[in-house]
Structures are given as structure tokens and as C-alpha cells.
């Protein structure tokens, strides 16, 4: 699975765009880009994933550079529930035998009131 | 997504004894996964849980120290054993699901060994 990288941490005040920035330049053809966020003492939790289109769910959207070699993670009125690690990952899915997550060091987002 | 129970949700340890962790998820699933997150780590995948035959272990896990069990789709365990207080960490369960092979992690399991 292609390398990330995160910065370590980042604010945003609440109500405002968290903007959550990942380079993956070694990605391949065939890799997704995936993110999840860990909230303090639970498991992680899936946000959103793509492959080389933009992408939008009730959670967040994720806007993937045309070469691929980075994406940014929006979360569009951060609240102070949203403060968490946010971790992205590059994967190939394998529809047989399913792939493991490789997972960074993340983004520590602190939202702030 | 998938309903994934661990217990026990905590314990405290000696050295020196195991303990087994259990997963259950609400519906069968494909594969099945053990993490562990040591404090203030990041994840760090285990193994590969197969049902009907051995896991697969990543690089620096070993079958000794950490026997997994998946008698069927929807259960599987881990054992810690002979532990030290360098195995205190937070280990979770996690699935896959969906025709993208989606992946949801349990609450976790969080052990202290003293």
C-alpha cells in the first residue's frame, strides 16, 4: 500500500471548514484513497473513500487532485464532536480476499468553540 | 456498516497470564481483522483471522503469543498470552463488509497488565 502523509495537528474553530490535507505520491492505479477518524478511546470510524473522483456523503467530502497525489479531507461545519485523529489511507481493494487498512500516524484535529 | 461487539471492554492484568478477547459482529462477514493501538500509537495490524484455518500473522506477531480463533463467519478471538506489561494496549476487532470490502472496527478491547 502507497505511504501518507499527514501533518500531526491542526485547528479549526467550530462551525467553520476543517480542511484536512494528505499526500499519497507513490499511489497506484488501482488504490483508493480512504479516511477515518478515531474519536479518544474508540474504534475508528469510516468517513468517506475514493478513487479518483470527487466524493460526498452526510459526513464530509473528499476532493482527490487530478494527478492523485494528494486529496483534502472537508469536513464543512466542523462541530466539537469532530475533534478526533483523522487518518487517511491508500488501499487496493481486493474483491476476493479484502485488504488491510495500513494505518498512519493521522491528523490530530482539535475543533475549538 | 456492522454492529461489532468486543468483550471484555477493559481489564487489568498480571504478568504472567493470558486473556481472551472476543469479537462478535451481527451478521457473517468475509474477513476479520485484530489491530492492536498502543498508547498513543497509531494501529498496528495483527492478523488476518480465517475462518476454518490458521490466521495469518503480519511481520513481529507470532501464533504462540497471540493464537486467534474464527470457528465461523460472525465470531472470533484473540489471546494475549503470557503477558507483559508492553502488551498494555487498546485491541480491536475489525470486519469487513460490502461489495467495496468496506471496513468497520469494534469498540475495542483496553488492557492494562501490571
Known amino acids: 500500500d502507497a505511504k501518507t502523509t499527514q501533518p500531526p495537528s491542526m485547528d479549526c474553530a467550530e462551525g467553520r471548514a476543517a480542511n484536512l490535507p494528505c499526500n499519497h505520491s507513490t499511489i497506484s492505479g488501482n488504490e483508493y484513497v480512504y479516511w477515518y477518524r478515531q474519536i479518544h478511546s474508540q474504534g475508528p470510524q469510516y468517513i468517506i473513500h475514493?478513487?479518483?473522483n470527487n466524493e460526498t456523503n452526510e459526513m464530509a467530502s473528499l476532493i482527490i487532485t487530478e494527478d492523485r497525489k494528494s486529496s483534502t479531507l472537508i469536513l464543512p461545519h466542523a462541530t466539537l464532536r469532530d475533534t478526533a485523529v483523522y487518518y487517511c489511507i491508500v488501499r487496493v481493494v481486493q474483491e476476493t480476499s479484502g485488504s488491510r487498512l495500513t494505518f498512519g500516524e493521522g491528523t490530530q484535529l482539535t475543533v475549538n468553540p | 456498516s456492522a454492529v461489532i461487539s468486543q468483550k471484555p471492554s477493559r481489564d487489568i492484568c498480571q504478568r504472567g497470564t493470558s486473556l481472551t478477547i472476543q469479537c462478535q459482529v451481527d451478521s457473517q462477514v468475509t474477513m476479520m481483522f485484530w489491530y492492536r493501538q498502543q498508547p498513543g500509537q497509531s494501529l498496528t495490524l495483527i492478523a488476518t483471522a480465517n475462518q476454518g484455518s490458521e490466521a495469518t500473522y503480519e511481520s513481529g506477531f507470532v501464533i504462540d503469543k497471540f493464537p486467534i480463533s474464527r470457528p465461523n463467519l460472525t465470531f472470533s478471538t484473540l489471546t494475549v498470552s503470557n503477558m507483559s506489561p508492553e502488551d498494555s494496549s487498546i485491541y480491536l476487532c475489525?470486519?469487513?463488509?460490502?461489495?467495496?470490502?468496506?471496513?468497520?472496527f469494534g469498540p475495542g478491547t483496553r488492557l492494562t497488565v501490571l
Open positions: 475514493g478513487l479518483k
Open positions: 475489525s470486519v469487513t463488509r460490502g461489495a467495496r470490502n468496506e471496513q468497520f
